[in-house]
Structure formats: C-alpha cells, structure tokens
C-alpha cells in the first residue's frame, strides 16, 4: 500500500524559504515508473498545482511558481522535497504531495495517490 | 497554470444524475482527470483519462469529453457524493492546472 507523508515548519516567515519533504512507503521512488508532485490549497480555496518532479531531475513546474521553487528526489532515504523561497502571505496552504502518473498518451502527468496535507502559515 | 472553467456549484436531489462540466482549450488533444474534495480530506481520483475509473471508485461515476469540455457524471448521486469537484488537465505547453472547482450538493 503506497503511502505520502508530508513534514516540515508548520510557520514560515515572510521573505524566507519554505521546506518541506514528503516521506515515500510502499513503493521505490527510484522505480523509474512516477513522477513526485507538489500541490497546495489555501483555505476555502481551490487546489494549485506547484510541480512534477522526476527521479532523473527533469521537472515541471506551474510558470506562475517557476522562479521561486526547487524540487528535489532523495533516493537513499525515499524522500522528495520542496522548497520556496521568498515566501509571503499569499503562500500560506495546506501542501499535498503525491505520485504521479504519465498517461498513455505520455503527455500528462496525473496524481493517483495523496498524502494527507501539510498546513503551512506564512506570518512573522 | 493552464486555466480549466468549471461551474461553481452543482446541486441535486438523491438519486438524481448530477453532471459537473470543465471547459478548456486543449480539451480536444489532452485528456481530463476528475478528483473529488471532501471537507478536510485529501483530494481522490475518480476519473483519468476522460471515461477511466480507478479500481474503487463507485459505477455510478463516469466521465466524458467532447470538443473543448469534459464531463463528470455522477448516476444516481448520493448524499455521500457531497464535497468539491476538481478537473485536471494539461495544455500544449505542459502546464499542468485545476480548475476552479465544482461544489455538489445532494439533498
């Protein structure tokens, strides 16, 4: 059974750099067979795709969040990461992450499993 | 991200169909994916690739797309079935987005 653990600083400070890595169980991330994906939703309000990331390093990444964000894959612990920087109120959210799957026609990468969310305030 | 129109609420009686529609540009070429929201849950997969459900999934939920809009269909909804409803897409240029989301009411 495939599960997603999201952990990190539940506040952030504006201007700083928000951390946060997300636990892999059932499955390799190495595999070579997913994508590892970040989405954050801010309260009452719909989900935001943040970005994809491979276990090869190749990324995709929302344009509206490109030049703030970093994803990273650690094989030797099962690990993904997520870091953005210059944070501000606007980023505060509960953050997903979650497997991702290529469809068949190798074109979009869709979210299959979830972990439970992190919620993370931006505020000094 | 790449922009997905949905309707902002759908409402209907138990055992009602209930359709929930997403509109898009790259619609046509690109497939749609449904996850349904329930207060406080993580968002749930119920379609992928367009008319595909993922093993659990109740019947009753079926997906179509035709042209620039996809539809999520819910065949005799549930009061169970409450909570929002997110399309998922992707665009010509590989930017992934949701759409606004779909809050069905089933009372």
């Known amino acids: 059974q495939v599960q997603l653990q999201e952990s990190g600083p539940g506040l952030v400070k504006p201007s700083q750099t928000l951390s946060l890595t997300c636990t892999v169980s059932g499955v390799s991330i190495s595999s070579g067979s997913y994508f590892w994906t970040w989405i954050r939703q801010p309260a009452g309000k719909g989900l935001e795709w943040i970005g994809h990331?491979?276990?090869?390093?190749?990324?995709f990444y929302n344009p509206s969040l490109k030049s703030r964000v970093t994803t990273s894959v650690d094989t030797s612990k099962n690990q993904f990461s997520l870091k953005l920087s210059s944070v501000t109120a606007a980023d505060t959210a509960v953050y997903y992450c979650?497997?991702?799957?290529?469809?068949?026609?190798?074109?979009?990468?869709?979210?299959?499993?979830w972990g439970n969310g992190t919620t993370v305030t931006v505020s000094s | 991200s790449y922009e997905l129109t949905q309707p902002p609420s759908v409402s209907v009686s138990p055992g009602q169909t209930a359709r929930i529609t997403c509109s898009g540009d790259a619609l046509p070429q690109k497939y749609a994916y449904w996850y349904q929201q329930k207060s406080g849950q993580a968002p749930v997969l119920v379609i992928y690739?367009?008319?595909k459900r993922p093993s659990g999934i109740p019947e009753r939920f079926s997906g179509s797309s035709s042209g620039t809009m996809a539809t999520l269909t819910i065949s005799g909804a549930q009061v169970e079935d409450e909570g929002d409803y997110y399309c998922?897409?992707?665009?010509?240029?590989?930017?992934?987005?949701f759409g606004g989301g779909t809050t069905l009411t089933v009372l």
């Open positions: 690739e367009d008319t």
């Open positions: 979650a497997r991702g799957l290529r469809d068949t026609a190798m074109v979009t990468v869709y979210m299959d499993v």
């Open positions: 998922y897409s992707t665009d010509s240029s590989s930017n992934h987005g």
């Open positions: 990331v491979y276990t090869s390093g190749s990324t």
